[in-house]
């Protein structure tokens, strides 16, 4: 019975569900397929753009009152992390629903909810015969699990995203447990770092001195005692969030030859997140000094260094801001600002001077991005079309030119 009187945005929202754009050999074609068939349906001009062998952006258009005015883009991405399927309760593509209306499947929460949720509202909009100032632009797109390299990346140097002329973003937020929708302003700066410890070599049985282990023990209590530190710092103030701290974790750890020799070299690697309000040079600086005095030959090589500096002013300088604020309070809904803890394509349209936020109006609703059974309840998933359905005109009808710096 419930089956028969499903809305037909769930319906959908669980087709897409059931298609496994998964990694590491996500099948786009049928999402992009699925895609172009609702572009149609809803009437919506589209095209795809290349951005890899297997990889393409799906764009589909509404085009504004007032089309010279930079675009508004509604983003999402189509591909969603691999699954343990063993500890799901049921497979993970199957989109199943529960009888409390929970749909379970990998990419519930990230993100195919706001790719469908985007679409509806529009279809909505576009039913009642209304216009907007501004072109609308929903951008669906490949590879941002894998880092945006065959996605976003390509995507932002590819003249035809040029010619979309965005000047604002929405982008994928993180669910809340608590009654606040969270919005993402801004995010942590990624670090790989790799230390090479080089030192003495010689026999087990001795005391050799300036040995390799010795200055990695250096490092190691110095990047655990900054570590505390920034842990302590979160923890003794509750307005603080994890994106507003930097984590340093420990992750590999490599070297030594056989249990009787001393090595000449040891390897540690370091995932370190730096907030956007921390001072990026003078970082590197202070991790050059914990080298130093680490000992001789004590090297620094960063293995992956994405700077995200670049935060969307959250004040009446900003008028997306005002406008998305203004939809909100007109809902009643209680926002919370944030810095995103982990990365996003966010990133890299704020890096070419588009100001982008996270947002997925899910909450009420327990944490379980890249998680097992990860799911959405279907009421939260069209609360979610609601509240594009007065964002979204919010932000496509902003006047003027909204010229940012970020
Ligand atoms: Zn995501």
Known sequence: MSEIREDPAVSLFREYLKIPTMHPDPD???????????????????KTIETGPKELFVIMSLVGTNASLPSLGLYSHMDVVPVFPEHWKVPPFSAEKMENGDIYARGSQDMKCVGI??????????KEGKRFLRTIHVMFGPDEETGG???????????????LNLGFCLDEGIANPGPEFRVFYGERSCWWITVRCRGNPGHGSSFIQD??????TKILNTAMDFRAKQEQRLNSDPSLTIGDVTTLNLTIIKGGVQHNVVPAELFASFDIRIPPHVDLPEFEKELGRWCREAGDDVTLEF????????????????????AFMSACQSLSMEVKTEVFPGATDSRLLRECGIPALGFSPMNHTPILLHDHNEFLNEKVFLRGIDIYYEII????????SCHLTL
Not at 28 to 46: M, N, P, R, T
Not at 211 to 216: D, H, I, M, V, Y
Not at 303 to 310: A, E, G, I, L
Not at 393 to 400: E, F, H, M, T
């Open 28 to 46: 786009y074609s049928k999402a992009i397929d699925f895609l172009c068939k609702l572009a149609e349906d809803v009437g919506l001009d589209f």
């Open 117 to 126: 949720q985007y679409v509806e509202a529009i279809r909505r909009l576009k």
């Open 149 to 163: 390299k065959r996605g976003m990346i390509p995507f932002m140097k590819h003249p035809e995203s040029k010619r």
């Open 211 to 216: 040995s390799a282990a010795e200055k990695l």
């Open 303 to 322: 293995d992956q260094k994405c700077d995200s500096p670049h935060k969307v002013p959250l004040d009446s300088s900003n008028p997306w801001w005002t």
């Open 393 to 400: 005109p919010a932000l496509a009808n902003v006047s003027g």
